[in-house]
């Protein structure tokens, strides 16, 4: 696909697309929020070193855990916009209905794919929570960080599943 970046994308006209890109942004909010306490953890860690007073204690684990759960939230978003990157060197020449095809197809691997993510990802879950698995200096629990990957990997297997029909029902005649 050739768009150019930030193109705006026509509105979604069904109730279930509108309900899937609603969830799909109030996740992409919800990893901004991850993100920005993320960042605002850091500098104060890092300004407290500049002044000499000891860091935030264990504030690298916090950022690992935080950075994979703020990845996997935006994942749908991304999806509902059609914003991952898409190589078209082979296709620059193929029909809209060859386009559409190999992009609907594409969705549907990844919804295949979102969904098997988020089923080993709730089995580490339980895993991890079983055997009491947790970071090393805060002794925070890595379950923590599993349980709201899974919904979003879950929303990104529905956010795939809709962008694949949406492509597959354009290609009607």
């Not at 768009?3 to 979604?12: A, H, K, M, R, T």
């Not at 916090?62 to 950075?67: A, I």
């Amino acid at each position: 696909m050739s768009e150019p970046v930030g193109q705006i994308l026509s509105p979604i006209q069904d109730p279930f697309g509108r309900a899937v890109y609603r969830l799909a942004r109030i996740f992409a909010l919800g990893g901004g929020l991850v993100l920005l306490a993320m960042t605002l953890m850091s500098v104060t860690s890092v300004a407290l070193r500049a002044v000499g007073l000891p860091p935030i204690s264990g504030d690298f684990e916090l950022v690992q855990l935080g950075c994979a759960v703020c990845v996997s939230m935006f994942l749908p978003y991304c999806q509902m916009r059609r914003g991952h990157v898409m190589v078209d060197f082979f296709t620059v020449a193929a029909s809209e209905r060859t386009k559409a095809v190999l992009d609907a197809a594409g969705a549907g691997l990844l919804a295949a794919c979102a969904a098997l993510i988020a089923l080993r990802l709730a089995a580490g879950m339980l895993d991890s929570r079983a055997s009491g698995e947790a970071s090393m200096i805060l002794n925070v629990p890595i379950w923590w960080a599993y349980a709201p990957m899974i919904p979003s990997f879950l929303l990104l297997a529905l956010a795939g599943l809709y962008t694949a029909w949406e492509r597959w029902r354009m290609m009607k005649p």
